[in-house]
């Protein structure tokens, strides 16, 4: 069977993205668990080029790693030093990595406008670097900058500096597609000619300004390509690299390559949102593969056919790469979901009983009022334990007021310049005894979620590890101005679990209660069940 | 020169995005800048499937389109029915649109399994269904569900549903990767097959679920497909649909193959941004293309190489999809667009005085604040009048004060059922005189809103014309839950002009305050001026 090699950029042209900024420790963590993914080859950063890339390389060198090699950036010699005397070719063998990947001109303008340097001269920069790498004993990547722009300009100079690095001993030569702008198909054809004119091993590095990166990394594949570079979920400067977690499933579920085990496989959803937490990104929910949403039914039928045949709307097992499939309910889908989802949740909905039509009516009255189910499955799952016989609400709401004032008497507030205050009062009932209280807030929210604490903290002593974590509003009817229905979404959450709820009213204040009284209200039926003091 | 058609299904395939919901009259304003980016067909909806599409068709008939032909979607006639008794076909007839486009399986296994029926009727049933609405005189699209997964399944099955589409007399067979799992190298091989098997024009619609739709559709058009289906930012369900705004300029700028005007696609990118702002999601800034830092260069190698040489690290020039180079800005770039900004409202600033510095970082502190001046002009315009020496504020702003109640005793409010109100009551001065005014409204800042314009309506009466047109809130720091910063930006506008204010705090009635006051000097200053009572 054909074997490629894996190559991770994530931690040098990865953090080119825009908003990502690594720390040590953090390179340290992703290497490790690219390691357990069974990534070949790990690019860690350009040693010299910053005091943290050379302490990476410096502490790279303890991590115990099953299988990766740590590979240390770098180019080709300045064209006016000696080889023997250039500084980063030197730090390259100092840095402690076993493997060296430079990068050097392959587009003949290139050569001349940039680096300002003959063509002829370019050739010995790049043999002559690459032979002095190889002869301390590393394993050596030539990165040939712009190579299908160069081909497109002049072919048979391209070629002769793929010869170059060739002759210089380079262990892969791989091709890449800087400014991202090519196409598979031309790709495909400019790697089967090279592969006629050059012995080398190749490799492909592609960007994505295109939408093609993927693409074009397997169509290198297909011609004979046998080393591929990436990133973990496509990061990189401004469209991104080739994805590294949509070529490894493609590579090995669609085409029959082995590059890693199963096991490992299994564990890429995990590995690709773990390296999103490091870098301190949302994690993307569409992302193939391996985003929340890969494997999301929504539509009716969609769902109804899936119950027949659970791979006729899946194009994989999501289970392969470690992921779930995920349905969710809206005004658009139809009774199939509900039962569905209310199964998954462990209530069970008979299919043709009334009880799961007047959900679905429900579902699209509020869904009309603007709330939104499909993304706050707390909030349906309220719906849904409200609706059964014998519900016991933890608490009731009674009433409550918010009253925010701007006044030139109060002092400056909460850094913001401005003299205002937000204040509640709630009134709730735990069982029959009736809690009345007051906060100030930062916001009226703030203060409405304050009170509400305070009230209920004496029964339910777990709302104080229940954090608010994300807080969204959207207005829904642009046109009707500050009259419009406003959807307020929460995401609630304590160390171990997080869940999501909603509201809706013309009312923020309103539609941000729902949401709150839902998410409290889930947490002490589903969560904090036995905790009651 | 081959023609490609372009086929657009942001609003019916799109929408199937988790977070999309779009009002009747959001699907009409895109339809509408479709037309002008010169998309061939937009396909609306499913009109009967619920109440808003429906009222789509009924209303888009009344659209001057100038190109653009909006067509209806649904799907084969019910195994079990005649198909002139059958509902869904009679709405597509009788919904208003010109072209209709019906979804029918050509995978053995799912007509089987999920259709439930044999694979004669199925046939039969695409060729009636489509013989049906050509009678009626429209124009008829067979999209043909997992069609990739059917030829690999049972090639002679597959072709043969196509040839009883042809036979019904579809005017295209659309291809459809439903499952989204093909690649591109397939694809190809399978549409060279089909093509000589199949004399009707070919249409290809892909998903992106293994990161290449938009590769998937190029090689489909390669391969002699005329007929391209995508979204708009390749919106969809699960990983999306193929991005047009991806394949339109791929289509025109590296195949050669005209589909629209180049003054067309050098609007590509701000439809793209409409569009995003009106499924109201965050513009993906690393989107091929048309996204914002689609053409980012940061500082170093890159900035310093494209300052020698602009196209080496473009692979397009970003002007033909109207989209900008971004390179690093510096303060000193700042200051110098604040005095080209100043020097197109006809308000002069000395390039080296200390006023145009002190705009600078003022709007700095403020931004740090949350809020955003790039997309509200009209609250820059008022900052930098603010600062002229003899300013003089129409009104100034005293207390205000705003109360929601949620109480057992109020009525239910507003359609909404639940039984809250909100009532403001604010002072403001005009020259000398303190007006105190009270509203109430169907939430805080509408009431605020109104308590407002009934105190300056006596003074400026002009203000009973000014609508608030959209109101939009964004929570930036989503990490304190309630207690975040809350940007509100607001639209206003009369018959004639339009202006856009911001504001932002930790209090979003106070953050809406702040938007308000400016919407409303800024018309009473430079628009209004005259017309002091």
Partial sequence: MKRVYLYDTTLRDGAQQEGISFRVSDKLKITQKLDDLGIDYIEGGWPGANPKDTEFFARASDLKLKTAVVV?????????????????????????????????????????????????????????????????GLTVFFDAEHFFDGFKSNPKYAINALLAASKGGADCLVLCDTNGGTLPSEAASIISTIGKKVRSPLGIHAHNDSEMAVAVTLAAVENGVTHVEGTMNGYGERCGNANLCSIIPALQLKMGIKCITTAQLSRISDISHLVAEVANLPPISNLPYVGSNAFLHKAGLHVSAISKWRESYQHIDPKSVGNNPKVVVSELSGKSNIIFKAKELGIPLHPHGKEARQILEQIKQLENRGFLYEDADASFEMLLLRSMPGYKPPFTLVDYMVVIERHRRLPAAYDIGAQFLAEATIKVKVDDKLMHTASEGNGPVNALDRALRKALLEFYPGLAKVDLLDYKVRILEGNSGTGSLVRVSIESGNSKVQWRTVGSSTNIIESSWLALYDAMEYFLLKIDKKHRK
Avoid: P
Avoid at 93 to 104: E, P, S, T, Y
Avoid at 116 to 125: D, M, Q, Y
């Fill in 72 to 136: 240390a950036f770098g180019s080709t010699r300045r064209v006016d030093v000696k080889v023997d005397e250039d500084a980063g070719l030197k730090t390259l063998v100092q840095c402690g990595a076993k493997a060296a990947n430079i990068v050097g001109k392959t587009w003949d303008r290139q050569v001349k406008q940039v680096l300002e340097t003959s063509l002829e001269n370019n050739l010995a920069v790049i043999s002559e670097s690459i032979a002095f790498l190889k002869s301390k």
